[in-house]
């Protein structure tokens, strides 16, 4: 239920929830004030901060009449994003965090693009990592794959690496996220299982295809410090909507890669009932022998296999740089279809 602080809806509600950002949030509500899109309003929703947050949030609502602060005792990012979603009465949801910075056309290019293809659920953007000198090489990797995701087809691709879509950059039509049941705590990231189960369901998600949000990096980071964002809970995200959906309903399923990363999500797949039949690897030292009492097999031995089940599928967890390149390669020689015979997942 929306509230009725506005009795014309505007265009956009941008959505920030805000928990002890003292020294951020002032940043990151001056760079939405100053966007060239006017017609938004902006809720604000304090998680129980314990320094000087809720007085800088207030004074610079006093300042500015599209901001509407709602406070709650800490319980966490999800409810603050669901207790704003209530009060958000627009259409389309921006996303926005208390330490990053939007560019100024941000609002105004994303409501563009999500009218321009309506077919649209989600609309994001590229992004920056700032400060330079805080940023990890690790960090750029992933920022560089992320940037690497504009079109629907790459972002539905390659949704089970890792979340497609950074968080705070995304606009999304609340039609959607009222169709999924808004955001929900399954104890691991709450963005990347929104937008797993907004792909199970159908929707759409894309780019537009330039840098609009400084996305800020630093030790203290949510999701550095989040129990919830660790590799084992993005992990256990994977497996749980993979079975649901991908690998429901197959006779036989192989993993491609007997190394770290294959070992580790083929123990939440067995765990949600997936029908594991082999491995696949490369490693002489590796062919032979068992995974989790599983063969593993030479990827010669693999087109025979396939071809005697009746509904396999084929999920690649190499996560070494440069290797899904080489996979897609080789499947796509077998005639095996990305998003419907295969997924990456590493």
């Known amino acids: 239920m929306a509230s009725n602080h506005n009795i014309s809806k505007p265009k956009v509600s941008v959505l920030m929830p805000v928990h002890n950002a003292a ?7 001056r760079s939405i004030l100053d966007q060239d899109l006017k017609d938004f309003e902006f809720i ?24 509407h602060v709602f406070s709650q005792s800490q319980k966490g990012i999800i409810e603050a994003l669901n207790l704003g979603l209530t009060q958000c009465s627009a259409l389309l949801i921006a996303r926005m965090d208390a330490d990053d910075l939007a560019h100024k056309e941000r609002l105004s290019k994303q409501v563009a693009f999500i009218e321009q293809n ?51 950059s995304a606009m999304i039509k609340r039609s959607w996220i009222d169709r999924v049941g808004g955001y929900q705590d399954h104890g691991w990231p709450e963005d990347y299982d929104l937008w797993l189960r907004l792909q199970m369901a ?12 400084a996305w800020r990096d630093y030790p203290e980071r949510f999701s550095r410090n989040d129990s919830r964002y660790s590799i084992e809970n993005f992990l256990r995200a994977k497996a749980h909507y993979l079975s649901q959906g991908p690998l429901a309903n197959r006779d036989a399923v192989f993993i491609w890669g007997a190394g770290q990363m294959g070992r580790r999500i083929s123990k939440h797949l067995l765990r949600n009932g997936t029908q594991l039949q082999a491995f696949l690897d490369i ?12 063969p593993i097999l030479a990827l010669e031995d693999f087109p025979k296999l396939w071809h005697a089940a009746e509904n396999p599928a084929l ?3 190499v996560g070494s740089r440069g290797a ?23």
């Open 23 to 29: 020294a951020t949030i002032e940043a990151a509500i």
């Open 315 to 317: 999920l690649a967890a």
């Open 44 to 67: 604000i929703i304090d998680d129980g901060s314990a320094d000087s947050t809720a007085r800088l949030i207030a004074r610079w609502a006093e300042k500015d009449h599209r901001i």
């Open 118 to 168: 309506p077919e649209l659920a989600v609309v994001g953007c590229m992004v920056e990592a700032f400060p330079a000198d805080h940023v990890k090489k690790g960090y750029r990797i992933y920022i560089e794959w992320l940037n690497s995701l504009i079109t629907s087809e790459q972002i539905s691709r390659e949704i089970f690496i890792e979340s497609p879509i950074v968080h705070p």
């Open 324 to 346: 899904r390149a080489l996979i897609r390669e080789r499947l796509i020689d077998w005639n095996l279809e990305e998003g419907s015979d295969w997924w990456a997942v590493a």
């Open 202 to 213: 159908g929707a759409k998600f894309a780019k537009v295809p330039e840098v609009l949000l």
């Open 283 to 294: 490693n002489p030292k590796k062919i032979g022998r068992t995974l989790r009492g599983l």
